[in-house]
T-cell receptor, first 114, second 115 residues
Framework: NAGVTQTPKFRILKIGQSMTLQCTQD?????MYWYRQDPGMGLKLIYYSVGAGITDKGEVPNGYNVSRSTTEDFPLRLELAAPSQTSVYFC?????????????FGPGTRLTVT | AQSVTQLGSHVSVSEGALVLLRCNYSSSVPPYLFWYVQYPNQGLQLLLKYTTGATLVKGINGFEAEFKKSETSFHLTKPSAHMSDAAEYFCAVSANAGNNRKLIWGLGTSLAVNP
């Protein structure tokens, strides 16, 4: 299993451009998540999904959109990129076990908006 | 509501010394508790987790953590630090009730290991 994969690894955007961060998991997990990580700020949940066709907002959804058309894929869309969206973005997936919703993470996408 | 507090954003130890990273949580329902590690320029990976049962939990790379309900704590320890333990460590909690699919994260503790 490849686990959770994310593309691209790095990207530089100009202010006002848009892009899609890709996330794919091959573990057949129902639940998927997008986080952003800023230095000293921990992980902030942007959006999450509990299954194909179902998404919900996290703590910091403004400026982002998601869709979930398949179990495997959960892309994150940035419209009108702003410098405040410079961050490292992590995708994660999970499933219900006897011990809650342990999350599996991708390697991250480092995004710079200038 | 749940929350997680990690005491000390930076911890520095000497190689071979005890590692102690502190995590306190608040939860109105029995919690699931997790420790994750993030090595430089990588994603997070699970070190260990507490669900129910034995309160001393052993994880990968020689780490362990003890769930203390009376102290609402889940501190992470390792008897002898290795240079390869230098990383960012995150504590997280989720509700052991209902259908809560999200983790609540601490801000992280950066561990430095000095030769």
């Amino acid at each position: 299993n490849a686990g959770v994969t994310q593309t691209p690894k790095f990207r530089i955007l100009k202010i006002g451009q848009s892009m899609t961060l890709q996330c794919t998991q091959d573990m057949n997990h129902n639940y998927m998540y997008w986080y952003r990580q800023d230095p000293g700020m921990g992980l902030k949940l942007i959006y999450y999904s509990v299954g194909a066709g179902i998404t919900d907002k996290g703590e910091v959804p403004n400026g982002y959109n998601v869709s979930r058309s398949t179990t495997e894929d959960f892309p994150l869309r940035l419209e009108l990129a702003a410098p405040s969206q410079t961050s490292v973005y992590f995708c994660a997936s999970s499933y219900r076990t006897g011990g809650g919703y342990e999350q599996y993470f991708g390697p991250g996408t480092r995004l710079t908006v200038t | 509501a749940q929350s997680v507090t990690q005491l000390g954003s930076h911890v520095s130890v000497s190689e071979g010394a005890l590692v102690l990273l502190r995590c306190n949580y608040s939860s109105s329902v029995p919690p699931y508790l997790f420790w994750y590690v993030q090595y430089p320029n990588q994603g997070l990976q699970l070190l260990l987790k507490y669900t129910t049962g034995a309160t001393l939990v052993k994880g990968i790379n020689g780490f362990e953590a003890e769930f203390k309900k009376s102290e609402t704590s889940f501190h992470l320890t390792k008897p002898s630090a290795h240079m390869s333990d230098a990383a960012e460590y995150f504590c997280a909690v989720s509700a052991n009730a209902g259908n809560n699919r999200k983790l609540i994260w601490g801000l992280g503790t950066s561990l430095a290991v000095n030769p």
